[in-house]
């Protein structure tokens, strides 16, 4: 790359950059979604929360659960019986649409984009009484998945039906998501034996997740799926879905103006364009 080229390219960079700068952020309003409850749903199917399964358990659970809480948890997770629990990720709905509809209206398709994305849910520290969930400190992501077309059900010993597979990593996760984007890596601490705990994790804003949210419509696309996966074999996490009068896990974020580039920035970024064409077409008469 020659030094004039390189110029252009930095004083480019330099134009964009104050474009950003210039944006908006006042808060227009926020939104707030949660999934609708599913407790005492598990085994007949549900649209709004899945704990999905390695392996087909038994015949009231199979390949998916969805009771009055689900869980994240590795193979080392400790349940109720002092035993070890078996593994498994969650996957949420969250119906945006006709709040998308509506902010349109409001402000503008086009006018308004979101900011400070954050999934919200309760968890306890307590074992359960029951023995498919386990309790443990570990690591885990949240990723956001293109495949809305899901719900849970127990499926049969060689059907998934419509569960989300179980995966251990985003590559495997695709083959059913089609795209998905790591939204966080995070950890969840055990602190004590008792009590409940509100969780709340912010979410990197990725152009597909961002985009999924803007375009979401009551008579189109109206969800936006999240995937919990965990990574570390100790993890045990549970989710309250509609169990023992716990918040239900929730998506929210602040709505703000879509950055607009001032005018003159604008003008002097398709000059710069102008340049580095110019630049390019002269090294190609010269060869």
């Keep these: ?14 134009l964009i950059l104050p474009m950003a700068a210039h944006a908006d952020t006042t808060v227009l309003t926020h939104v707030s979604s949660s999934i609708g409850g599913s407790g005492g749903a598990g085994g007949s199917g549900t649209y709004w929360s899945d704990m999905v399964f390695p392996v087909y358990t038994t015949a009231q659970d199979g ?5 009055g809480a689900g869980g994240v948890q590795g193979g ?3 349940n109720n019986t002092g035993g070890f629990s078996t593994p498994s990720n969650e996957a949420f709905h969250f119906d945006i649409g006709s709040t998308v509809d509506s902010l349109n209206a409001s402000y503008g398709a086009g006018n308004w984009t979101v900011d400070n994305v954050t999934l919200s849910f309760s968890s306890s520290y307590a074992r359960q009484n029951n023995s ?4 443990g400190t570990g690591t885990f992501d949240i990723l956001w998945v293109e495949n809305d077309n899901w719900y849970q059900s127990a499926g049969t010993p060689t059907d998934k039906q419509l569960n989300p597979i179980y995966a251990s990593n985003q ?34 804003e990725q152009g597909s997740f961002v985009q999924d949210i803007l375009s979401a419509s009551a008579s189109g696309d109206k969800a936006i799926s999240l995937y919990l996966m965990g990574t570390s074999d100790t993890l045990g996490m549970i989710i309250f879905t509609g169990g023992q009068g716990q918040a239900l896990p929730t998506l929210s974020f602040d709505v703000v103006a879509a950055p607009v580039p001032e005018p003159e920035t604008y003008a002097m970024f398709l000059a710069g364009l102008g340049l580095l064409g110019a630049v390019a077409r002269r090294r190609r008469q010269s060869v």
């Design 1 to 14: 790359m020659n030094h004039v080229k390189k110029v252009v390219i930095a004083t480019l960079g330099a």
């Design 63 to 67: 390949w998916g659960w969805a009771g």
């Design 76 to 78: 080392l997770a400790i």
């Design 132 to 135: 498919r969930f386990g309790v």
């Design 171 to 204: 590559t495997d996760l695709d083959v059913w998501a089609g795209t998905s984007s790591l939204l966080g890596s995070e950890t969840f601490t055990r602190v004590g034996t008792t009590g409940y705990v509100g969780l709340s994790y912010s979410l990197s």
